[in-house]
């Protein structure tokens, strides 16, 4: 189990927006999170990776920590074993892709410049970007900017990639194609776990669907592989 969470409260400047959640990820799942902007879809994302604490609950692990005790120092690397991907991309402008992925390898500790240098052709080529890692930032379209931000979530192996509205800036085919990817890396192995306002792409794509409504998360998969449900 990567994530376990069990009756857990979810706050967000001390305002409780889910309570009593219930939520579990397993190798290899690709999970659906949606909801209406501020049914708590991000805050619960955010307290996976600790971006949130969670105060009360009955057992909050993730990949193997306790989240109700983890002390700060534990948070790096934590997150080094996750991909993390957000809605607005947060590539660094000022230098190429390429030097944008070599950053985070050096950041995570990878000393051996060779190991670094194949690993960034492998991840760039996994998302089909091979050919644009000269480019800096501003010269790609948000699709493959998107793109490059799941090579960078990918660089260190992860277990898990958390994505925050990874779709939310892009076209309805830019997005299919993202999401067609993250599905890829999910049938790999390493699960993903996604919030979403695109309804359409659960049912290209199918996974398991939870949704926030009303200050809880519920499990809809059954229904929704049944009954076309609407976000809110």
Same mark, same amino acid.
């Given at each position: 189990?990567?994530?376990?969470?069990r009756n857990?409260?979810?706050?967000?400047?001390?305002?409780?927006?889910?309570?009593?959640v219930?939520?579990?990820?397993?190798?290899?799942?690709?999970?659906?999170i949606?909801?209406?902007?501020g049914?708590?879809?991000s805050?619960?994302?955010k307290?996976?990776?600790?971006?949130l604490?969670?105060?009360?609950?009955e057992?909050a692990?993730v990949?193997?920590r306790?989240?109700?005790?983890?002390?700060?120092?534990?948070?790096?690397?934590?997150?080094?074993?996750?991909?993390i991907?957000?809605?607005?991309?947060?590539?660094?402008?000022?230098?190429t892709?390429?030097?944008?992925? &070599?950053f #985070? $390898?050096? !950041?995570? /500790?990878?000393?051996? +410049?060779?190991?670094?240098?194949?690993?960034? &052709?492998? #991840? $760039?080529? !996994?998302? /089909?970007?091979?050919n +644009?890692?000269?480019?800096?930032?501003?010269?790609?379209?948000?699709?493959?900017q998107?793109?490059?931000?799941?090579?960078?979530?990918?660089?260190?192996?992860?277990?898990?990639?958390?994505?925050?509205?990874?779709?939310?800036?892009?076209?309805?085919?830019?997005?299919?194609?993202?999401?067609g990817l993250?599905?890829t890396?999910?049938?790999?192995g390493?699960?993903?776990?996604?919030?979403?306002?695109?309804?359409?792409?659960?049912?290209?794509?199918?996974g398991?669907?939870?949704?926030?409504?009303?200050?809880?998360?519920?499990?809809?998969?059954?229904?929704?592989?049944?009954?076309?449900?609407?976000?809110?």
């Amino acid at each position: 189990m990567l994530i376990e969470y069990r009756n857990i409260n979810v706050y967000q400047e001390d305002v409780c927006v889910l309570k009593d959640v219930n939520f579990h990820v397993d190798d290899g799942e690709f999970i659906y999170i949606i909801g209406k902007v501020g049914s708590g879809k991000s805050s619960l994302l955010k307290t996976m990776y600790v971006e949130l604490d969670i105060e009360e609950g009955e057992e909050a692990m993730v990949l193997g920590r306790n989240l109700l005790k983890i002390r700060r120092r534990e948070v790096p690397a934590l997150r080094k074993e996750m991909g993390i991907i957000f809605q607005d991309f947060q590539l660094l402008h000022d230098r190429t892709v390429w030097k944008n992925l &070599m950053f #985070v $390898l050096r !950041a995570t /500790g990878w000393k051996d +410049k060779g190991a670094r240098e194949e690993r960034i &052709m492998e #991840v $760039l080529e !996994a998302v /089909g970007m091979a050919n +644009k890692r000269d480019k800096m930032p501003h010269e790609l379209s948000g699709g493959e900017q998107q793109r490059i931000a799941i090579a960078r979530a990918i660089l260190n192996h992860p277990r898990i990639i958390i994505a925050d509205e990874p779709t939310g800036n892009l076209d309805p085919e830019t997005a299919r194609n993202i999401v067609g990817l993250l599905k890829t890396i999910s049938q790999r192995g390493t699960a993903v776990v996604m919030s979403t306002h695109n309804m359409p792409m659960l049912e290209e794509f199918p996974g398991i669907v939870y949704r926030c409504k009303d200050g809880h998360i519920n499990d809809i998969t059954k229904d929704f592989n049944n009954v076309n449900i609407e976000e809110d």
